[in-house]
């Protein structure tokens, strides 16, 4: 069954730090790797996409990176802001379907 | 460039009634796609168009459907409203193809049905 897992399921951390979101699929035959950014109440922002022959992909603060052998990815944030107190969501492509996964809730604190 | 937009941003129904929201894509952008989101389930995919036609659809009961206008325009209907309908309806908009091009999400119509 095609799935796409993610972990924290919710995370709280200072502003000015770093954090790491992971997402682990399950589904194939790959296509690509999504990063969103959805603020509450919100559509969600695309931050990345990254194909199969992609590892590391950055949009300002934020990098992606992808591991096709292990189907693994990780969005890190580097120098945290108030403004990245949001919801992540990881989504793969795979044939002609996307699986959602379920979020990271990030909190940003003062 | 304008954004994608939807309407209405928030509705209210009662189980039973039927229900049409409306999506305006990116201008040039001739692919839709719409979506619903709950806090239990996430997102999940309901169907996409293009160029008036479906060309994928979710697992969802016949009383969702769609339909998209020639000008990319989209609108989804839900007959016979249940109260497990209530989410979030977000609609997407893409260059071409959903599945490889950016997607860019509306604001969503938030649907409660009472």
């Known amino acids: 069954k095609n799935q796409v897992e993610q972990s924290p399921q919710s995370l709280i951390i200072l502003e000015g730090k770093n954090c790491t979101l992971q997402?682990?699929?399950?589904?194939?035959?790959?296509?690509?790797l999504r990063w969103y950014k959805q603020d509450t109440g919100r559509g969600p922002v695309s931050l990345t996409i990254?194909?199969?022959?992609?590892n590391t992909k950055s949009n300002g603060r934020y990098t992606a990176t992808l591991d096709a052998d292990t189907k693994q990815s990780s969005l890190h944030i580097t120098a945290s802001q108030l403004s990245d107190s949001a919801s992540y969501i990881c989504?793969?492509?795979?044939?002609?379907?996307?699986?959602f996964g379920t979020g990271t809730r990030l909190t940003i604190i003062p | 460039k304008a954004g994608v937009t939807q309407t209405p941003r928030y509705l209210i129904k009662t189980r039973g009634q039927q229900v049409t929201l409306s999506c305006s894509p990116i201008s040039g952008h001739r692919s839709v796609s719409w979506y619903q989101q709950t806090p239990g389930q996430g997102l999940q995919f309901l169907f996409e168009y293009f160029s008036e036609t479906q060309r994928n659809k979710g697992n969802f009961p016949g009383r969702f459907s769609g339909r998209q206008f020639s000008n990319s325009r989209s609108e989804m209907n839900v007959s016979t409203l249940e109260l497990g309908d209530s989410a979030l309806y977000l609609c997407a908009s893409s260059s071409v193809d959903y599945l490889t091009d950016t997607q860019y999400f509306g604001p969503g119509t938030r649907l409660t049905v009472l």
């Open positions: 989504v793969v492509s795979a044939g002609q379907k996307l699986t």
């Open positions: 997402c682990n699929y399950t589904v194939s035959p790959f296509s690509n």
């Open positions: 990254m194909t199969f022959s992609e």
